[in-house]
């Protein structure tokens, strides 16, 4: 039986249309917008209800996990362009709130990725990507109440003198919710006269981790991935007490923002 080339050239036809209608743009096929970087949480069940993660030999909830980025940048002919996030419920111009744990019961108040405003064609020239994940001095000891949206999340909020969460992870032991841990990173140290004050200096912790991320010129199919696994590395945090925006200095602070620092928890796919 003779096979039919009628249905190939077809889609030879239909290809050719398209990029003839295209341009020079380019198609993207997975139907995202430009500059979108979805975040994945690897080490994680996401489709667990709620989440849950594997710690050596035991499973923990995964309450609450979110965290603040800022200062976008891209790396174009070895020269560092400060770029911007696109405005949304989850952006400002400069800051950005990823917030992973209620994708199951309430995706509404659920965002695991963030969007550049740039082009396709910047992203392909770009050799790195830096962030912060923090926020700067006078963002975060803002009045929250007056803040744009995501800057103006109560659960992510401490007071002004102390500012807002830069961080934020609740676990509860799978079969026993009675024991929680928690990790809450901000800046520390922070000298005011009343919770309500701004401080006037930069804290004693300012606790702001910077990320630099290799980029492959000409690619735009860009993902990353977020291992909780390697925020608590090395933490027993069975019997660890919390780090609840407390000096990192003492434990297990000191080894968590370390492993911030100097663990790859936020890298490429």
């Known amino acids: 039986m003779k096979k039919s080339c009628r249905a190939p050239g077809m889609y030879s036809l239909f290809i050719a249309a398209l990029v003839m209608l295209a341009g020079c ?3 993207n ?3 995202r917008e430009p500059g979108e970087i979805p975040f994945k949480l690897v080490g994680v069940d996401t489709g667990a209800c709620p989440m849950i993660m594997s710690i050596g030999q035991q499973r923990w909830n995964v309450d609450y996990f979110g965290f603040y980025l800022s200062k976008p940048e891209l790396r174009i002919d070895g020269r560092w362009q400060r770029v911007k996030f696109k405005q949304t419920q ?3 111009p400069n800051e950005a709130l990823l917030k992973f744990h209620n994708k199951c019961v309430n995706p509404d108040d659920a965002n695991s990725k963030i969007v550049l405003d740039v082009s396709e064609e910047l992203l392909m020239l770009s050799t790195n990507l830096r962030f ?6 006078d963002v975060n000891h803002a009045n929250p109440s007056t803040q744009p949206s995501p800057l103006n999340d109560s659960s992510m909020v401490l007071n002004q003198r102390d500012g807002h969460m830069f961080l934020k992870l609740d676990v509860s032991k799978s079969g026993d919710a009675t024991h929680k841990w928690s990790y809450h990173l901000g800046s520390a140290g922070c000298d005011a006269e009343t919770e309500s004050t701004p401080p006037e200096s930069t804290c004693a912790f300012t606790n702001r981790v910077e990320f ?3 980029m492959t010129q000409l690619d735009t199919d860009l993902d990353l991935e977020v291992s909780v696994s390697n925020i608590v590395a090395q933490v027993e945090i069975n019997e660890a007490p919390s780090c609840v925006s407390a000096s990192s200095e003492i434990t297990p602070c000191d080894k968590l923002i370390q492993n911030l620092v100097h663990r790859p928890w936020i890298k490429w796919q």
């Open 29 to 31: 096929w997975k139907g």
């Open 25 to 27: 743009d380019v198609i």
């Open 132 to 137: 912060t994940m923090g926020l700067p001095f």
């Open 90 to 92: 989850w952006q400002t």
């Open 212 to 214: 630099i991320l290799p």
